[in-house]
């Protein structure tokens, strides 16, 4: 495990576009698994300058996504696909048919679930799988459970994500109450790992998450078992460690 202390947000977002940009130019072809929400538009938004400055070429880069709310389409302005094309996809040269994402309208979400692994299969494995945290501590959608769920699955949300979340949304009631996500089988198969983390209503999360029992009630616990984990996060974040 590696932990990069970054001053605040804006330097978070550099150092972790420093590694992605890294993985990319010394592989190409790489295969990202990406990660949405507020702590990613930052690197995103980075990354897309270094390209539109001729620093990066994603010509070759291939992605799948961790995650996609149930029940909205694509073209939805909350749905994940729609954030990956507005902070990413459509500001970078990617091949559209190399992104991925779990489909939310899917009729049969436990078939599409099976068509995603067989997705990320396909590809051997992640290479670098780009991950938040949630404040109780999840990864992806995956929630404090009994267990830890290893494939590709639905769930039903926490409160306390709905919660996190409905920021987002013009009403807490709009928010999906299930996702597909990815397990923590296929995350934790990843070559490399990224955690990304910023503010201090993640510090306990995080503290939790490094140095505290590994147990599915904490999910991000399992990192701790990564051989290759690295922890990106700002003063705030790290201010209980």
Known sequence: MRIIRAKDYEEMSIKAATVISSQKTLFPDSVLGLATGSTMEGTYQILSE???????????????????????????????HYYMKKHLFSKINIDEKNTN?????????????????????????????????GPNGHIGFNEPADEFPSLTHCVYLTEETIKANSRFFDDINEVPRNALTMGIKSIMQANKVLLCVNGAH??????????????????????QLHSDLIVVADEEALSKM
């Open 50 to 80: 270094w390209y539109e400055q001729g620093w990066i070429d994603y010509s070759e880069l291939k992605s799948v996504n961790l995650d996609e709310y149930v029940g909205l389409s694509a073209d939805h302005s909350q749905s994940y």
């Open 101 to 133: 994402l779990p489909n939310g309208m899917a009729s049969d979400p436990e078939a599409e679930c099976r068509h995603y692994d067989e997705i990320i299969e396909g590809y051997g494995r992640i290479d670098l799988q780009l991950l938040g945290l």
């Open 202 to 223: 993640k510090a306990d999360a995080l503290k939790s998450v490094l140095t505290g029992p590994i147990t599915p009630q904490v999910p991000g616990s399992i990192l």
